[in-house]
């Protein structure tokens, strides 16, 4: 498991092309978990 540091670093190094999906946990159901999936499998970045 990352620590905060660790989480930080990874968000800060990440390449700009790729999305962050921040999703609260109650929206994050079986009803709309395999459509944001799905748009992140078809998304070119």
Same mark, same amino acid.
């Given at each position: ?7 930080? #670093?990874?968000?800060?190094? #990440?390449? &700009? ?16 978990? &395999?459509? #944001? ?9």
């Amino acid at each position: 498991m990352l620590g905060t540091e660790s989480a930080a #670093r990874c968000l800060q190094e #990440r390449p &700009p092309v790729h999305e962050y999906g921040d999703v609260p946990v109650a929206e994050q159901t079986a009803g709309t978990a &395999p459509a #944001r999936i799905l748009e992140f499998l078809g998304s070119d970045g």
